[in-house]
């Protein structure tokens, strides 16, 4: 390695030295965001931004696919409008940005940036609804919203961020609950599959519900820092905003009703749960699923043979992207190999193809992987059916790599001295019986900063006692400190 | 036809009696968007939406073919940046709304809310082009922006709307002259073949031109009650934002100079276009190459052979669908097959398929154009070859209509009487002799509501007098009355 490559290299803070900075260092060497000249909102730049394209890809699929359509709802909410449900204006009106002036002139009403689209939909889903023939309304939407927020961090956190957000309307409970599940699933199927990020997923507890929800349910990645994010939630919203918002249809039965409600989302936070999970020293380790570059094909060409070289490069490239594989060729003289794939290491390519003379006239080509750093030789007529191959193989091997680490670090105790060790020296998830109890929830949290992430699904347990009061308990949860 | 059917038309306005009340009419009640509680900002609706889908989906390819990439740039904008570039602010702040506070705390400065984004890109591309070797600089965004309009119309003028705007920057005047022309064609491409809307093409005067702009070009349409609608706009922007911002670069001969600079854009508003170009009086007609259904299928069954036509009609359903046609199956109860012919002609479905028991038994189905209203039997073995190649048939014939249209609404004087005459009272675009003295431009349209829509490309003609003062002139203009 020459010293230009190493100092390349350097310029990354390692994990274990700042993980903070390191992950700063990487969003902005591999060129994902910059910040921008409005304190905390962010520049997702191409690169980011077609990794963010890539996702919306394979999550509207989704979502398109279980009968939902997309819309487009305004970004301002008239404050009345917001300040309708007494929970969701609690939740939300500390964090809204406001406009006052339209033009030169002050507003009669003051209008709120979207920081979720409940209130808006509402008093829309109010009109369109009048009998359980409207029903189920079925719609999402891709957007921004604001939430101005004190500290923030590039894609975890921002006062501007895009997400998806669904809304949906339906006859009764058992509808609504079974859409707020299938939502939860969609976005688990997603997640662990698109993005080889393993979950666990699970209901909210009552503190940590949505604003305006009846129940919240959510999905939890762990980190590599051993830091829980919450990836994404599903609320069932009951009949709460139907009953301030008039939202009724006529029965079959000829009774006027509420609707039941439910709201969806993830966001651009997700690429965050991407590059925490998967990255490392060298920097981003991207799922090929969504990698905005899956292969770069590297020629490496002495000057006496460029011209040769060039263009069977050329024709691999060609073939590659002929076989729908987002292929990018680096042919730039200006830089030599060793820098080449240190900058495609950083930007986390998964596949790297390097074609040298010998290569050539051996009839093979050297494939690199991002994930393992394992290197193969191929001979280029099994190439166009290795390389997908290969591909397959990193998301399945991510996947894998990081549901090892989630479920390394993923303890079980109901001691409390125990769990407080856990939680200050080793992180990750802990599973611990919990009595129910939102003073019990609070108060770990007080003491530890450690939150439960959710409560899984059938995971009751043989009675024992309450990580922090001992009363009797069967209910285990994931606690963990979160982002 | 029945009461209940004749009835459903009658709800939409004649274009004869009330133009702006049927387009009103249409939008509403095909559903593409809905009034929002906040003033002259609209709900777009699922079908409105998946329209506008299509079409990003027809652009955004054309704009990732001509090497551009995109990403995405903060909604909010701070005043001091907007204020940098005189004209761009003289142009913009009027109508810009205000983000004052945010949480309860009042902002240090007041942040703007995109109007159009130059100003916060000028301030990241500064930091970003350093070196010639950094150019060009090809970035595109879909995002919403807000002007704050007094008198709104549905797509056409709206508070909120969604575009997309491009942003490069480039070495010199020549490679941004190039770029500017190169998206208007990639616009003209675009609108004519995929919403077959037919443009006239070319450049803005001085006074119709950007705020900020060295040049504007732009696209523009003829709507059917024979006003004119710009449709796009392409702006070479010279050195202007360079300068305020300082985004200079390097350049290979060792100087350091200002880059120079494109942005273009089309939004939402050519929804508008499509309706009120290919529109009648019984709703919609939509292009099928955008149209969110393209083929409807409308099973018409007596109650003793529902089950059996039912059956053949879903595997009718399911071809279609397997050969990418977006095709709806209406097999409501609950409404006659002239109700629902209506509705689907209202919606502009391009293709409706009946098919009733007569016609199994015959081994054929009816098809419906809407463009045309033409029917014919098709055999059951030639369908699926049949239906791609007449939805091909009604977007060129859709095309060939409307410009037959636009071209007898063209017409061509340089005496100012018959050219106020034509304004008033046949409107459509007046192609006239235009000295290039913005006082004979201002006063034209002062005395005739009519402006100059474009300067088009390559039409010097023979020297002649200027329209309005006389004075000798070789320019060729087109002149309309426009929304």
């Known amino acids: 390695m020459s010293k230009q490559d190493k100092e390349f290299v350097k310029e990354i803070t390692p994990q274990s030295e700042d993980y903070s900075q390191w992950y700063l260092d990487v969003v902005l060497k591999a060129q994902m965001m910059d910040y921008s000249p409005v304190k905390g909102c962010m520049v997702i730049r191409p690169y980011g931004f077609t990794l963010w394209e890539n996702m919306q890809q394979g999550l509207d699929k989704r979502i398109k696919a279980t009968g939902h359509k997309n819309a487009y709802f305004p970004l301002f909410i008239p404050e009345s409008l917001l300040q309708k449900e007494a929970d969701h204006v609690e939740g939300f009106a500390p964090e809204v940005a406001w406009v006052t002036h339209g033009g030169n002139e002050k507003l009669a009403e003051r209008l709120v940036v979207r920081p979720t689209s409940e209130t808006i939909i509402c008093e829309m889903y109010s009109r369109w609804i009048q009998s359980y023939r409207d029903l189920p309304v079925l719609i999402n939407q891709w957007c921004n919203v604001v939430r101005w927020e004190k500290v923030t961090r590039p894609f975890l956190r921002t006062s501007e961020f895009l997400w998806q957000e669904g809304h949906t309307a339906h006859r009764n409970e058992e509808e609504a609950e079974e859409e707020t599940l299938k939502m939860l699933e969609v976005y688990r199927d997603f997640v662990e599959n698109d993005l080889a990020v ?286």
């Open 198 to 483: 393993p979950l666990f997923v699970g209901r909210k507890t009552e503190n940590e519900k949505f604003a305006g929800a009846l129940r919240t349910y959510s999905i939890e990645a762990l980190m590599s820092d051993g830091k829980a994010l919450q990836a994404g939630t599903s609320h069932n919203l009951g009949t709460h905003f139907a009953k301030v918002f008039e939202i009724t249809y006529l029965d079959r039965d000829g009774e006027l009703k509420f609707v039941w409600q439910t709201s969806w989302g993830v966001s651009t936070r997700l690429i965050g749960a991407i590059i925490m999970v998967h990255g490392d020293d060298r920097g981003l380790v991207l799922p090929p699923k969504v990698a905005p570059t899956q292969v770069v094909l590297v020629p490496i060409a002495p000057k006496k043979v460029r011209e040769e070289v060039l263009v069977k490069a050329a024709i691999l490239y060609e073939e590659l992207r002929a076989a729908e594989i987002r292929v990018e060729m680096d042919d730039r003289e200006e830089y030599s190999p060793g820098w080449k794939f240190n900058e495609w290491e950083m930007k986390g390519v998964p596949l790297r193809i390097e074609v040298g003379p010998r290569d050539l006239e051996a009839g093979q080509a050297m494939l690199a992987r991002r994930d393992t750093g394992g290197k193969e030789t191929v001979s280029l007529e099994e190439l166009m059916t290795r390389v997908p191959a290969l591909l397959a193989e990193i998301q399945a091997n991510m996947y894998e790599k990081a549901k090892k680490f989630r479920d390394d670090n993923t303890h079980r105790t109901d001691d409390y001295a125990e769990f407080k060790q856990i939680i200050e020296e080793k992180r990750g998830f802990v599973l611990s019986r919990w009595c129910g109890d939102s003073a019990c929830e609070l108060a770990v949290k007080e003491e530890t900063k450690a939150t439960i992430r959710c409560v899984p699904f059938n995971m009751e347990t043989s009675p024992g006692k309450c990580l922090h009061c001992s009363t009797e308990s069967t209910k285990l949860v994931y606690f963990a400190r979160a982002y």
